[in-house]
């Protein structure tokens, strides 16, 4: 199944907000490269970890705790390059 990255940056900008229960929040009003965690959507640890398992359920592709969890979750473009750069597990 080939997708481009906006169509897998809208997907994620969606799963961010269901899954995360953030109601009111309008996907498209996500920024790409705007932080997901801090000053931006000010996620918190539990959310990543709530985060990391629905990409890993839907996507197939595994996102590990540490620096490398911080790296691909810095933004929804980081999320997207991650997904798309690395193997599904599945």
């Given amino acids: ?8 940056r809208t997907e994620l ?3 961010i ?3 995360l229960n ?3 929040r309008d996907p498209a009003s996500i920024v790409d490269d705007a932080p997901l965690f801090g000053e ?3 996620l918190d640890s539990l959310d990543a970890l709530q985060l990391a398992m629905s ?9 590990p705790e540490g620096p ?3 790296t691909a979750f810095r933004s929804v473009d980081a ?8 193997p599904a597990t599945k």
Avoid: C, N, P
Avoid at 1 to 8: C, F, H, P, Y
Avoid at 79 to 86: F, G, P, R, Y
């Fill in 68 to 70: 490398d969890g911080r």
């Fill in 13 to 15: 900008k969606a799963l």
């Fill in 40 to 42: 931006g959507l000010g």
């Fill in 55 to 63: 990409i890993e359920e839907q996507y197939g592709v595994r996102i």
């Fill in 1 to 8: 199944m080939s997708r481009t990255r906006e169509t897998l």
């Fill in 79 to 86: 999320l997207a390059e991650w997904i798309e750069t690395h």
């Fill in 22 to 24: 953030l109601e009111g």
């Fill in 17 to 19: 907000v269901r899954e």
